[in-house]
C-alpha cells in the first residue's frame, strides 16, 4: 500500500507524511507493540493532553479522509489504530521501514537510545514540564501525538521536523522509561524558539533520507580502521579526561542554555541526571562525525561513560561558542536538531558534507583534544590536516594549521602569557600542548570562537596567519614601500591595468614592472645618448621629441603637442603646450 | 598645479604624474644627466604611451589565445615586441 501512495502524496511535505505514516500503518499491526492501542486510549484522556487530544482526533480524521479518497476503507481503519497505537509505534516503524529500503539499520539500537536521551534533555532544558520527566511512559504517546499534529497544522517544514521528532521521540520512549514530556519538550521549543533553525535543517533532511541508508556503511568501514589504530592513543587521552571533567561540563551548561533549546544540554547535563546508556550512543555519533581519529576514544569512553561526556561536552561547547556568531547559528542549531532526529551516523555524515563548517570544526575540536592527549604536536597537526577533507573550507582551515604547527615549538618555549599577544587559536594550541589540565578546555572554547567564522568567512583563516608572521611580512612589506622605484613602477602597472582593460592576474602586474624597469633602463640610455650626441649634459624637451619620434609615436601627422593634449591633463599640457595669455605673453616661454 | 583626478570609465586613475620618481629615475641612472624643466612630464607621456601600447598589445595577445585575463606570458610576449620598437 505504501508504494501506491507514493506517487500520489509526493509534492508536498504534508503529503509526505501523511504517506509515512500510512506506511507505518501498514506496518504496524505486524510489530508486536501495536497491541497497545486501547490502553493509550485510555491515557489520551489524561487531563494533561484535553486539547491535544482533540487535536488528534481531528487529525485523525483528515487521515481518514485522506484514505477514503485514496479509496481504501481498511486504511482508514489502520489508520485510527495508529493513532490509538500511539506515535510512538508509528515512530519506530517508520525507522525500521526506512531502513528496509536502505541499509542503516544495523544498528537501530544505537540510534535510539541517542534520540532518547536528546529528547530527554532538550525537555529538561526547554520546557518547565521538567517535573513531568518521571511520568509513565503512558503519557507520553499522547503528547506526542498532540505536538505532531499542531506542528502539522502550522507549517509544512514544521510538521516535517516535528514530525521526525516525533519518530526519533517515539524509539526513545520505546527504549528509554523516563522520556515522557518530550513531546512537550519538542512543542515548546518549535513554537519558543528557533522556528527559522528548525526549518533549514529539515528539508535536508528529507532529500537525505534516501541518502543516509547509502552512506553509513562506508563510515563505518573507517571507523573500524580508525578505531584500531587510536585505541592506544586514546589509552592515554582516558586517563586525563578525569581531571576535565568538572570544566568542561560546566561552561558547556552555561553557554548551551543561553544558545541552544534541544540537544547541546543534554550533552552537559547528562552525566549529573541521568543514566549512562545514553553516552555510548553520543560517543558513538561523536565518533562517526570525527571520523577515524575519534572514533577510538568514543569506543573506549562508551564504558566508562565519563570520558564520552567530556568529549561530548567540548563538542558541545563548540557549538554553543559557535551559536554566538549570527552565521553559524543556524547551521549548527540545524546539527543540533539534525542529531536526535536522524539515524545518527550516515545522517551525521550528510550533515559533515553539507555543514561542513560546524561539523569540521568539531571535528577538528575533537581532534585536537585527541591529539593533545596524544602529546605529539607533529601528529597533532597531520590529524587535523588529514580530517580536513571534505570541503574547500576544510582546507582552508587545514592551512592555518599546517602552518600553525610549525610555530608551536617557538610558542610552546614562550610562556602562556605572551601567547596572550598571539591570536587567540594559537594560544589554545599552545595551552593544548604545554598542559592538558582544565584550561585546555577553556582554550578550546576559544579556539573554537575563533574558528568557527572563519569557513564562514574565507579570509578569516588567512587573519591569524598573517598575524602570526607579522614580523616578516611587514618587514617585506615595509620594503616595498620604502623603496620608492617600486612604487613608481607600480604606479605604472596600474595605468598598465586601467588601459588593460581586462582582468589581470597578479603575475602579469609583475610581469609589467619587470618590463617597466627594463623600459626606463633604456630611456635613461637613450636620453643620454642624445644629450651626449648634443654636447649637452641636460635633456632637453626636443631630445625626449626625438625620441618618441624614433619611438612611432609621433609622427608627422601627429605631433608631440597633440600627444600631450591627448594623454596629459591640463595642468600639464599648460605647462608643456605654449598658449598666448593676456597681456601678449607667451607661457611657457619657447 | 592642482590635483587633477578625472574618472575614467569605471576605474578612478591617478593622472597626476609622479614627477619626483621620474626626476630619481633619471637622476639614479644616469648621475650626469639634468632634466630640464618640464621634461619629466614628456618622460611621464613617453611611459604613458608605452604603457598603453604594452598593455593593447597584451590585451590583443590574450584575446588570440583566447583568454579572458591577461596572464603574465601574454605581458610577456607583449613586452618583447614594444620593447623592441620603444628603442631610441
Known amino acids: 500500500m505504501a508504494d501506491n501512495y507514493i506517487p500520489d502524496n509526493e509534492p508536498t511535505t504534508r503529503t509526505l507524511l501523511r504517506r509515512v505514516l500510512d506506511t507505518e500503518v501498514l506496518r504496524t499491526p505486524r510489530r508486536p507493540q501495536s497491541t497497545r492501542t486501547g490502553a493509550q486510549k485510555t491515557l489520551l484522556e489524561t487531563p494533561f493532553s484535553m486539547r491535544l487530544r482533540s487535536q488528534t482526533k481531528t487529525t485523525a480524521r483528515r487521515h481518514a479522509h485522506r484514505t477514503k479518497s485514496i479509496g481504501r476503507l481498511a486504511h482508514i481503519q489502520t489508520s485510527g489504530h495508529l493513532k490509538e497505537q500511539t506515535p510512538r509505534t508509528l515512530l519506530e516503524n517508520i525507522l525500521l521501514t526506512a531502513p528496509e529500503s536502505s541499509m542503516v539499520m544495523p544498528q537501530p539500537m544505537v540510534k535510539p537510545v541517542s534520540a532518547s536521551q536528546v529528547v530527554q534533555f532538550s525537555s529538561q532544558e526547554s520546557s518547565p514540564s521538567s517535573l513531568e520527566l518521571q511520568l509513565p511512559e503512558l503519557k507520553p504517546p499522547t503528547t506526542l501525538a498532540a505536538s505532531l499534529l499542531p506542528s502539522g497544522k502550522r507549517k509544512k517544514r514544521l510538521k516535517l521536523s516535528v514530525f521526525q521528532q516525533g519518530m526519533d521521540q517515539g524509539l526513545s520512549l520505546s527504549q528509554g522509561p523516563l522520556t515522557e514530556p518530550q513531546g512537550n519538550a519538542v512543542s515548546s521549543a518549535l513554537i519558543s524558539s528557533l522556528n527559522l533553525t528548525f526549518v533549514t535543517p529539515l528539508l535536508p533532511q528529507s532529500v537525505q533520507r534516501p541518502g543516509l541508508a547509502r552512506r553509513p556503511p562506508t563510515h563505518r568501514a573507517v571507523d573500524v580502521g580508525a578505531f584500531l589504530k587510536e585505541l592506544q592513543d586514546n589509552s592515554v587521552a582516558l586517563a586525563l579526561p578525569g581531571d576535565r571533567t568538572p570544566v568542561a561540563t560546566l561552561p558547556t551548561d552555561t553557554l548551551l542554555e543561553d544558545t541552544q533549546p534541544f540537544s547541546q544540554p543534554l550533552l552537559g547535563r547528562s552525566p549529573s541526571v541521568y543514566h549512562s546508556p545514553p553516552y555510548p550512543s553520543l560517543s558513538a555519533e561523536r565518533n562517526v562525525s570525527r571520523r577515524t581519529r575519534s572514533s577510538g576514544p568514543g569506543l573506549q569512553n562508551n564504558s566508562p561513560g565519563k570520558p564520552a561526556q567530556l568529549l561530548v561536552g567540548k563538542a558541545e561547547e563548540v557549538n554553543a561558542l559557535a551559536m554566538g556568531f549570527p552565521n553559524t547559528s543556524n547551521s549548527i542549531s540545524g546539527e543540533d536538531e539534525l542529531e536526535p532526529l536522524q539515524d545518527g551516523i550516515g545522517e551525521e555524515a550528510e550533515k559533515i558534507m553539507e555543514e561542513s563548517l560546524s561539523m569540521s570544526e568539531m571535528k577538528e575540536a575533537a581532534g585536537a583534544q585527541g591529539s593533545a592527549r596524544a602529546e605529539e604536536p607533529e601528529t597533532h597537526t597531520d590529524v587535523i590536516e588529514t580530517e580536513g577533507s571534505s570541503g574547500d573550507t576544510e582546507a582552508k582551515e587545514a592551512e592555518p594549521e599546517g602552518s600553525s604547527g610549525d610555530k608551536d615549538p617557538a610558542d610552546r618555549t614562550a610562556s602562556p602569557e605572551l601567547a596572550s599577544n598571539t591570536p587567540e587559536f594559537l594560544q589554545a594550541r599552545q595551552l593544548e600542548f604545554l598542559e592538558l589540565a582544565p584550561p585546555t578546555n577553556t582554550a578550546v572554547g576559544l579556539f573554537r570562537q575563533q574558528f568557527i567564522p572563519a569557513p564562514s568567512l574565507s579570509s578569516e583563516p588567512l587573519e591569524p596567519l598573517s598575524a602570526r608572521l607579522p614580523s616578516r611580512v611587514q618587514t617585506a612589506g615595509s620594503r616595498l614601500r620604502q623603496d620608492p622605484y617600486k612604487t613608481g613602477l607600480s604606479h605604472y602597472a596600474k595605468l598598465f591595468r586601467f588601459y588593460a582593460k581586462m582582468p589581470m592576474e597578479k603575475k602579469a602586474l609583475e610581469m609589467v614592472e619587470k618590463c617597466l624597469d627594463k623600459y626606463f633602463q633604456r630611456l635613461c640610455d637613450d636620453l643620454d645618448v642624445f644629450a651626449a650626441h648634443a654636447s649637452r649634459k641636460t635633456v632637453k624637451l626636443e631630445d625626449l621629441e626625438l625620441l618618441m619620434r624614433r619611438q612611432g609615436l609621433v609622427t608627422d601627422q601627429v605631433s608631440l603637442h597633440v600627444l600631450v593634449e591627448r594623454h596629459l591633463p591640463l595642468e600639464y599640457r599648460k605647462l608643456l603646450i605654449p598658449c598666448a595669455f593676456s597681456g601678449n605673453a607667451v607661457f611657457p616661454a619657447q | ?88
Open chain 2, 1 to 88: 598645479m592642482a590635483l587633477s583626478t578625472t574618472v575614467s570609465q569605471s576605474q578612478r586613475v591617478k593622472r597626476k604624474a609622479p614627477r619626483g620618481f621620474l626626476k630619481r629615475v633619471l637622476k639614479r641612472q644616469k648621475p650626469h644627466l639634468r632634466l630640464e624643466t618640464n621634461c619629466d612630464l614628456l618622460v611621464h607621456l613617453n611611459c604613458l604611451l608605452f604603457i598603453r601600447r604594452l598593455a593593447e598589445e597584451a590585451r590583443t595577445d590574450a584575446c588570440k589565445n583566447k583568454c579572458g585575463i591577461i596572464k603574465d606570458q601574454h605581458v610577456l610576449a607583449a613586452a618583447k615586441v614594444m620593447l623592441k620598437k620603444s628603442r631610441g
